[in-house]
């Protein structure tokens, strides 16, 4: 699977939008890009996947420029809730199963 | 409907000793998945079943860690004579889809299994 970089940590306030950036230059030209999100004392939970420019659901939005050497999650107007760490995965659709390869995430801080 | 569920939600054990650590998947997932968490890391695959065929063991760190999977359903994962090393959390996923979906399709989590090794 492609190595992914995401920041350690971010902090933000409730109300702001939030943007988490995931570099993967390795990207290959099969691989899918899928955001997972994990609460405290949870199993990771699927937000989002995409391949190209943009896809928005009811959660979030990502972005995917042209090279695909990056993505950017985005979460708008953020509540206490949505403090968790937040997983960045790459990789290719093959016959012999998923083996995510979780990183270590970007822990998010929402505060009052 | 039901998601996948785990038992025990926690485990505290001695060194040496064996445990087994369940999982029940969404029913008609015909994949399923053990990953392990170490405290404030990222999650380390252990092993993949597909169906009937032979589970990928590429991810499991030892010969004492060993899973099965009855039926194409329950899964039990085995640690013999634990070592304080394996104290961590361990994760079911499943997952219906089939070659070459495999990717796309959402991996659904359970809570988790807390093993403490003394």
């Known amino acids: 699977l492609a190595k992914t970089t995401q920041p350690i940590s971010m902090d933000s306030y409730e109300g702001q939008e939030v943007n988490i950036t995931c570099s993967h230059n390795?990207?290959?030209?099969?691989?899918?890009i899928t955001w997972y999100q994990q609460f405290p004392s949870q199993g990771p939970r699927f937000i989002i996947q995409g391949y190209k420019t943009k896809v928005t659901n009811e959660v979030a939005s990502l972005f995917i420029p042209a090279d695909r050497k990056s993505s950017t999650l985005s979460l708008p107007r953020v509540s206490l809730s949505d403090t968790a760490v937040y997983y960045c995965?790459?990789?290719?659709?093959?016959?012999?199963?998923?083996?995510?390869?979780f990183g270590g995430g970007t822990r998010v801080l929402v505060k009052p | 409907g039901a998601g996948v569920s785990q038992s025990p939600s926690n485990k505290v054990t001695e060194k040496g000793k064996d445990v087994e650590l369940r999982c029940d998947p969404i029913?008609?997932?015909?994949?399923l998945y053990w990953y392990r968490q170490s405290l404030g890391q990222g999650l380390e695959f252990l092993i993949y079943?597909?169906?009937?065929?032979?589970?990928?063991k590429s991810g499991l760190p030892s010969d004492r860690f060993s899973a099965e999977r009855t039926g194409g359903s329950v899964s039990t994962l085995t640690i013999q004579r634990t070592q304080q090393e394996d104290s961590a959390v361990y994760l079911c996923?499943?997952?219906?889809?089939?070659?070459?979906?495999?990717?796309?399709?959402?991996?659904?989590f359970g809570p988790g299994t807390r093993l403490t090794v003394l």
């Open positions: 390795n990207i290959a030209t099969n691989d899918y």
């Open positions: 996923a499943s997952q219906s889809g089939t070659a070459p979906k495999i990717l796309t399709d959402t991996q659904y």
């Open positions: 029913s008609g997932h015909t994949a």
């Open positions: 079943f597909q169906g009937n065929s032979a589970p990928d």
């Open positions: 995965l790459v990789g290719a659709i093959k016959a012999a199963g998923n083996k995510l390869t």
